[in-house]
């Protein structure tokens, strides 16, 4: 059940010789880091939210705070989704307009797939590289949070910035292999990894 | 124009937007300069800023001329907020002193750790609590959740016992209403315009805070410009400043007289709270809350050289001393 | 400098780009030409000033439970009371959908979990007992639409956030609007089937005994929004909070249900982590765009063109409402938000209206927009689920309720008390 999502129509098993191609290995790699880097994700806004339940839990019946709630937790939210990244990639999670393109010959939509992933790629990779300034910046001036636990900043960005970069590598590792599958004719093999969602895979994410 | 100055500025609703920097950007500073320099303003929250990106992004050049509040940027150098501790001064008059009597701390920190320029400081109403149920003093406060933001509020309440809350902006209103909360701390015409007298039936307008902003030019840009230009510039923010002040000072005035209904009420919106008199037993109780916990967790955060800076000059000003940790 | 912008908008998202990349080079792209500033250096500050906004966790929460919900095996048993109560009128099932819609949108923060859900248990429903399976199928992608005007929806926590708004206001304001809408489309329904033969369906009668022995189904729903919506107001929560009392309690159903096991909420996880990675990458590129597009003068002169056109304020609301009714119809409701709401709310707040009633009034129009063709996600999450026959019949099946739609936009603009009732309530 739970392969069913992590492999859903990436790698066709009607082609069983892919298991050699270096770039295919690197492919389930890339998959199975992704999934389980945005299962940890998932994991840690699941204990944001059992945080969030203490912190009710302490004001209304305890009559206090725990003055660590909102802080923890938007940390969580900023790591867990950022880490979920790589797999929302691996999952053409982005939101596409295909209206237009849908109705230009193969080759041309393919030349759109690569160029998508590459911009989605190269976005990120100029936010990766701002998102580590700013936690360098922090480190610099020993920057805290104005909170009661006073968090030195560069620990969460660090780890954030460092997701980001994950995603940059993902977003590279993903062009190498559409670009392999490329070379070796296989455009259904291109278009299942980086192709627009139908509406029957955004359907399917959903059930 | 020979050159036009992008500037950020104040929140939209805010007088020193209004009144302040949007008639000296658009009218004044091109007339000192007979139509050399020009400006285009933007308040940053049209930008999608909430206030505390905006020093390090006058810092990196993000941004060339901008406004932000010291308290937003405490994270970066806790000495932002050396001059406007919560409840270190109790009126509008005290605050510009002792904030004067800082400059020289502020303009070498944001010179030397961030490379932004200081052009000019001024303040807003101050920060008041707000509460749903009656209050008289601050013995009626205690016990109490109120919302707060930023640790020196958090250290003030606590310090008077009572239960600090995070919670938006957005949610007071509801939340005072059904109870999540019981009182609310913002500024006296900032919660006005935002109708908190609706659900909040009492102001206690002990001062918590002015925040204070300072306007300031990223240095690379300044270097940029000639020094013609830089005297004018830096002559005309002279000139702002006090009308700046002014305006916090009407704002403060209104602040009061359009909570309670008495009085000339044109920035906000005429209300019927009760606005509760400060006693001097809460006046003590106030020197007290500085003296043994905003000052030593400011100290705290600040480190040494911050303690020896303060003392010299906010320490002058007000008579508090800090001692090192 | 306007047009150029709009032009390469366009241009990057009609080549299929993802929507964030093609906002975020918009953004490097109007630097380079326009700017003599870094703006770029912003990006660091503002991506994690955006990716730690509190009120945004309220977003996985929602989602993370509406996943759970899916799986906890609450809606068949739902399903079955709304039919035994409903589907006595001509039309039958079809109200049901409506019905089920309305309360399953009390429990869901999104369009699609309810599409989804009501889509799930209704389809096998067409065949069985003879309808017009276009209509039927329009009822389904229609009624789905409204998880996000009814409370709890995290399109309107992501308006409030944008425009600065109360969201239990906001919630307050979506409740009334919501019931009057899962009203209009039961009242169109009938008409449609009184009008046009061989709609209506089979008819089926159950005793009111029978009808009474399905309301202990509803009680999940009804604790999940007792917990999620009502404890904002009972002082329990903020609504960043309350997704998490909904989430424990959707865990719990779950558990009970013996259907909480691990196969099952790691899919749940990661199809909520999927859904939450796509927002916030979204978010990061539509602030970095507005900051940009701020700091280079095009948002005064957007402003400036807005004034220069000296609308009166119900031109102005005309003209934003066939704007967002045309953009719906290709954009994705999600970008459409993010990327237009920081420009137009200001102007529609300056010309006078209220921010609830804007924010009510915009989430009508996200509705249609997901069910307009030829892009409508609520569409596809239908034809999905039915993996049979040609989308164009859902599409046409859910073209009635667009103009449903249009009709309660007109309703709610005579008469804003529709939607300011509740808030107003709320501060008296
Ligand atoms: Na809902
Ligand atoms: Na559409």
Known sequence: ?207 | ADVTLRVVGQPVQNILYTQGETPFFAETLPALSDGRIAAELISAEQLGLSGGEVTRMLSNGAIEFGSGGLNQAVGDAPRFEGCDLPGLTGTLEEARAVCDAYRPVLEKTLEEDFGIKLLALAANPPQAIWCSDPVSGLDDIRGRKIRIFGQALTDFVNGIGATAVAIPYADVVPALQNGVIDCAITGTLTGNTSKWFEVAGYLYPMSLGWAVQYWGVNLDRWNALSEDQQELIEAAYADLEPVLWDLAARATAEGIACNSGEGPCELGIEADMTVVEISEADAETRTAVIRDSILPAFAGRCGADCVADWNDTVGKATGFELAAE | MIQVTIILLLVLVGLSLPVAAAMGLLGLALTESYSFLPLASAMGDMAWSTSTKFILLAIPLYILMGEILLRAGVADRMYGAMEAWMSWLPGGLMHSNFAFSGIFAATSGTSVATAATVGTVAIPQIEKQGYNRSLFLGTLAAGGTLGILIPPSTNMILYGLLTETSIPRLYLAGFLPGLLLVALFIGATLMICWLVPGTRGTRTRHGWSERFRTLPSLIAPLVIFLLVVGSIYAGIATPAESGALGLIAALGMAWKNRRLNWPMLCEALLATMRTTAMSMALLVAAYFLNFVIGSIGLTARINQLIVDLDLTPYALLLVVVVFYFVLGMFMDTLTMMVATIPIIAPSIFAAGFDPVWFGVLMMILIEMAMITPPVGLNLFVIQGIREEGEISEVMIGALPYVFTMLAFIILITIFPQIVLFGPDLLSN
């Open chain 1, 1 to 207: 059940m739970m392969d069913r999502i992590a492999k859903s129509d990436l790698a066709p098993p009607e082609r069983p010789d892919t298991e050699d191609v270096p770039t295919e290995r690197l492919l389930s790699l890339t998959q199975g880091l992704s999934r389980t880097l945005a299962l940890a994700g998932g994991f840690l806004i699941l204990g944001a939210g059992a945080l969030v339940a203490v912190e009710i839990f302490a004001r209304k019946v305890l009559g206090g705070s725990t003055g660590i709630a909102d802080e923890l937790t938007a940390y969580a939210l900023a790591i867990g989704s950022t880490m979920a990244f790589p797999y929302c990639l691996v999952e053409r999670g982005h939101i596409r307009v295909d209206s237009v393109v849908r109705f230009l010959p193969r080759p041309l939509r393919t030349a759109l797939d690569l160029l998508a992933l590459a911009s989605i790629t190269g976005f990120f990779a100029v936010v990766a590289f701002h998102a580590a300034e700013t936690a360098l910046v922090s480190f610099e001036r020993g920057a805290r949070a104005v909170t009661l636990l006073q968090t030195p900043l560069f620990i969460p960005q660090g780890i954030w910035a460092l997701a980001y970069v994950i995603f940059v590598l993902t977003g590279i590792a993903i062009f190498l292999v559409a670009v392999s599958r490329l070379i070796r004719r296989d455009p259904k093999g291109v278009k299942s990894l980086i192709g627009p969602r139908s509406g029957k895979d955004e359907a399917e994410a959903h059930l």
